[in-house]
């Protein structure tokens, strides 16, 4: 299975704030058929800004999320059985190379080495796709455009990008938005009023001080707005952190402890 959706074309773009210039550089990387490669924390919202561009630019997208099983034939597409004869079935990356669609492979570095393979001659002026099954030699419809992400700080030496791909690529770096950004993105997304966001999103801070230390990864943006819904719908502001923001974390009961300790030392 590819774990891949498609969103509609006409589809109204979702809610995203611009930390920069992002937006403008994604529409010069699109009009100009340049792939591009957005590097940052998980749940910083790199997936968000792939939707929301998408929706703006009018261009359906296909969504991808990679993993270590996810093969070449899994984007490509493969030969199945249906009703007793064998069919050619498009994968994702196939579809919106036909379609002049957006392809985004989520966390691209968790697929398999033959995968980006398949995504160099996509990845230079001759933007084709070989299909070795079917003997075609696909050209991208006008309107494609590859769009590829992963996770800097969280991979191991074994899983990084080789330099001869991600030198194919544009390169846009996410960080986690600045306090006053997330405050008003978690607002937003969750419906709890701005005052009652803020010392969550002052929490957040002194949480992702602590990566490298005593937690592998920061908590994402996605995690405060989990908290910040469960509190809008009435749950104890203890228990929504500790459920949103404590135990994605970590399973260390002592690491937990020194969580908590910080939750008190912020919220009194």
């Given at each position: 299975?590819?774990?891949?959706?498609?969103?509609?074309?006409?589809?109204?773009?979702?809610?995203?704030?611009?930390?920069?210039?992002?937006?403008?550089?994604?529409?010069?990387?699109?009009?100009?058929?340049?792939?591009?490669?957005?590097?940052?924390?998980t749940g910083c919202g790199k997936t968000r800004f792939?939707?929301?561009?998408?929706?703006?630019?009018?261009?359906?997208?296909?969504?991808?999320?990679?993993?270590?099983?996810?093969?070449?034939?899994?984007?490509?597409?493969?030969?199945?059985?249906?009703?007793?004869?064998?069919?050619?079935?498009?994968?994702?990356?196939?579809?919106?190379?036909?379609?002049?669609?957006?392809?985004?492979?989520?966390?691209?570095?968790?697929?398999?080495?033959?995968?980006?393979?398949?995504?160099?001659?996509?990845?230079?002026?001759?933007?084709?796709?070989?299909?070795?099954?079917?003997?075609?030699?696909?050209?991208?419809?006008?309107?494609?455009?590859?769009?590829?992400?992963?996770?800097?700080?969280?991979?191991?030496?074994?899983?990084?990008?080789?330099?001869?791909?991600?030198?194919?690529?544009?390169?846009?770096?996410?960080?986690?938005?600045?306090?006053?950004?997330?405050?008003?993105?978690?607002?937003?997304?969750?419906?709890?009023?701005?005052?009652?966001?803020?010392?969550?999103?002052?929490?957040?801070?002194?949480?992702?001080?602590?990566?490298?230390?005593?937690?592998?990864?920061?908590?994402?943006?996605?995690?405060?707005?989990?908290?910040?819904?469960?509190?809008?719908?009435?749950?104890?502001?203890?228990?929504?952190?500790?459920?949103?923001?404590?135990?994605?974390?970590?399973?260390?009961?002592?690491?937990?402890r020194g969580l908590t300790d910080l939750v008190t030392?912020?919220?009194?």
């Amino acid at each position: 299975m590819d774990g891949s959706h498609m969103n509609g074309n006409g589809a109204s773009a979702p809610f995203y704030l611009a930390q920069g210039d992002e937006c403008s550089l994604f529409e010069a990387a699109y009009d100009n058929n340049l792939p591009l490669l957005l590097k940052g924390p998980t749940g910083c919202g790199k997936t968000r800004f792939v939707a929301h561009m998408a929706a703006r630019l009018g261009r359906p997208l296909y969504t991808v999320a990679c993993h270590d099983d996810l093969t070449a034939a899994d984007l490509v597409g493969r030969y199945l059985l249906k009703g007793g004869e064998t069919v050619w079935v498009d994968g994702p990356l196939t579809r919106a190379v036909r379609e002049g669609a957006i392809c985004y492979l989520d966390e691209v570095v968790e697929a398999r080495k033959d995968v980006t393979v398949v995504l160099h001659p996509l990845t230079d002026d001759r933007r084709i796709l070989p299909i070795d099954r079917t003997g075609e030699e696909l050209e991208a419809t006008p309107g494609f455009m590859l769009v590829a992400s992963y996770n800097p700080g969280y991979q191991n030496i074994l899983k990084t990008l080789k330099p001869s791909t991600r030198q194919r690529f544009l390169s846009l770096e996410f960080g986690f938005p600045a306090p006053a950004h997330e405050v008003e993105i978690v607002a937003s997304e969750s419906g709890l009023s701005v005052e009652r966001v803020k010392p969550l999103v002052r929490l957040a801070g002194k949480l992702r001080d602590l990566k490298g230390q005593d937690i592998e990864e920061g908590v994402s943006t996605r995690l405060i707005v989990y908290a910040a819904t469960l509190i809008a719908k009435g749950m104890p502001v203890e228990r929504a952190i500790r459920t949103a923001m404590i135990e994605p974390l970590t399973d260390e009961e002592d690491v937990k402890r020194g969580l908590t300790d910080l939750v008190t030392a912020v919220f009194g």
